[in-house]
């Protein structure tokens, strides 16, 4: 990026937008939308919608170092020219799905309840497998004639300004899944949201999935953003509205690669007596992001989070999470790992609102890393706004090398070097993998660390 | 038969030598005691023959069965049979106690050109040495060491033992942090794996031990070096008259 293309000129120290200059990504997308407006599904409401958020993008541009939320993560760095939309998305055969559902998730049976995306498009009737209890559609198809809850989700979380990669979603996004749980429904199967891609071309997807958990409800929600084969640079966007009670877990698997960007976000909303847990998972070589929005509307609410980022390459891997206690009696929860290899980089920022009225917030958070080599790099920041004056809120985070002395110890036993290092590379990262739901998931997550340990291990010994 | 020659140890970022020409030999079926005041070398000793990083070797040789152990590293050592029972065993969190022992006895079994074992195989192996130990099966599904008493950790540690079945044992300060019913359960532990095929290398500060770990020789380690060797009556008059007569001063 050239100097010339900056959106901003400094003065004495001072950032302000004198003459707005886009950068040669923010202009591809700004033409990438203008091309594709009119076969971007949605009706009025929504082009209204998109036409604002491409706007509020234009305004703001890609975020860069010098905004705070994401001084680690210079997108406007990492992307430096914007890859086309994908349009040209063929619907994949029933073969090629049934290979994206094996792959989502080795090790997990998720054919139950499904519904698979290729570059941002759901992948016709054999992309979505149904179990009775759950009411799962594509979201291109209701787009044009919303149910209005959903028009009335997106409108809330798409039309923001102040936050251009959401808004840049809102403005791109061409399909994604939505789920309606009715209240009281129980479904122990995880429902599967799964994304893959096709063709050899470096391409932008955006997607949005909306999840409504009604009263009472619980559901398993395993989403999975498989390796892509060609370079992609992906923005999706999770909205969940967790009703009364409600119980939610939801597994995010992100497998990245190097000259890949994953910008994804969840929001989630949580009422009264509810729960969600969710876990992320991380593993490659690329540029990911995950933004997490939770907020408490409810009291006596819980949202517990894991996350295992495996890291390795130029890799770079980045948590930002802001969870909102507008409410009191309500508890919040992170440990979130890293393994960084080689210039692998990890990025962990835990911002905790405690509002004045939320008294008896019960909030701890725990960032902690593991450094395989000299190069990795580890940026932990947690950031607590306590309004509220009973409250019990802590943060750690910790980074360290593999401790020698145990090394030692394990080889003492007969453990040759490069097991021992995996036995407890894996015996840190499990700690974190011990959050995530339920048990067959956990399992296969597991596999997929000893899987890349392994992979980094034969690499090493090259 | 483990031979000992003229063994010179320093740290390595430090030019203090701590081990000044040891000469020790232990045929094999027998046991052999190491006594000698805190800061003899006795941990040092311990630590090199299982080839921890942080010392160098700058004169003399250790040889096992006529081979020389000193460049090896500690995995290598172990599938020669070496095994050290920590003076503190350590804790690794996140690793089930049965995992780590079954990576370790395939491990040197693989090494040693043996099959490996199979799960039933295995948990009949362990299943016997620990119910000989005391050791409930439940502890083992825990994570190594984790939360465990120091009474536990030793007897997890004699059980590591019985499971590798090395040729070589060097029990560094085992009875320490013992009382007196963990003392005799893990020294009968010890005595059940004395055999013609094994040799022992029992180190320890106070002769209460040697009561149950009876050696077939005593030697007294002061100042980095063999200062007295006699039969296990040395033992009870160490206990008696301390280690003052002892205080040798390094050739």
Redesign the interface.
Known sequence: MSIAQQITTETKGRAAPVQVLKTKAETALAEAFAQAERSLPGGDWLRQLRRAAIGAFGAEGLPHRRVEEWKFTDLRAFMREAFPLATDAVLPKPAAIEELVRDALAGADLAKAFAVFVDGRGAGEAGLSAISEVDGAFLARLADHPPPWLEAEISEVGGHVGDSTLALNTALFTDGAVIDIANGREIDTPIALIFGDAGSESRTVATRNVVRVGKGAKIVLVESHLVPNAPRQVNTLTQLVIGDGAEVVHVKLVASREGSIHLGRTVARLGANASYRPFEMVVGNGVVRNDLAVTFRGQHSSFDLGGAKLVSGHGHADTTLVVDHAVPHCTSRELVKCVLADRGRGVFQGKVIVRPDAQKTDGKQMAQALMLSQDAEFDSKPELEIYADDVICGHGSTSAEIDPELIFYLRSRGIPLAEAQAMLVESFIGEAIDKAEPEEVQDALRALARGWLAREAQSAGK | MLEIKNLHVKLEDEDKEILKGLSLTVPKGEVHAIMGPNGSGKSTLAHVL????GYEVTEGEILWNGESLTEL???E???KGV??A?QY??E????AGLT?LR???N??RK?RGEAELSTPEFLKLVRGKAEQLNIDMDMLKR?VNVGFSGGEKKRAEIL?MAV?EPSLCVLDETDSGLDIDALKIVAEGVNALRSPDRAMLVITHYQRLLNYIVPDRVHVLSNGRIQASGGKDLALELEKSGYAAYQGKAA
């Not at chain 2, 299982?50 to 990083?53: E, I, Q, W």
């Not at chain 2, 690794?92 to 690793?95: D, E, Q, S, Y």
């Open positions: 299982a080839g921890r990083d590293e500690p995995d050592r172990a599938a095994f050290l920590f065993p350590m690794i969190p996140g690793v780590f990576t370790a006895a491990a040197v090494k994570p590591q590798l």
